[in-house]
């Protein structure tokens, strides 16, 4: 698969840091780059957030389905329908997809 030009994948697997994920898309889309956001393991947390929200509009954001199995249930319920579950597999192929990835 090539890389498309241009885009930046956002790995999100801590939940420290969450204003520089935020930030960092905001720029990134800002200057004309596709922004993708894959959440996994304590990352997911990002999506209980308000700025996550509003990142939808500017950004392609993913979670992890196999990192929801150690969350409570409220949790997944209430960001049903607003933030794919997607394969862990999932992250593979969108790292392989953006020409630059940064890891947080």
């Given at each position: ?23 960092l ?14 959440l ?45 579950l ?7 192929r ?11």
């Amino acid at each position: 698969m090539a890389q498309a030009k241009h885009t930046l994948g956002i790995i999100v697997n801590s939940n420290q840091y969450f204003d520089y994920v935020t930030h960092l898309a905001e720029a990134a889309a800002a200057h004309g780059k596709t922004v993708y956001i894959h959440l996994l393991g304590a990352g997911c947390q990002y999506a209980a957030t308000d700025a996550c929200m509003q990142l939808n509009d500017l950004a392609q954001i993913t979670m992890c389905a196999k990192s929801t199995q150690t969350m409570e249930p409220v949790f997944v319920k209430r960001i049903a329908g607003r933030i794919p579950l997607v394969p862990p597999e999932t992250l593979t192929r969108l790292l392989e997809q953006c020409d630059r990835h940064v890891v947080f």
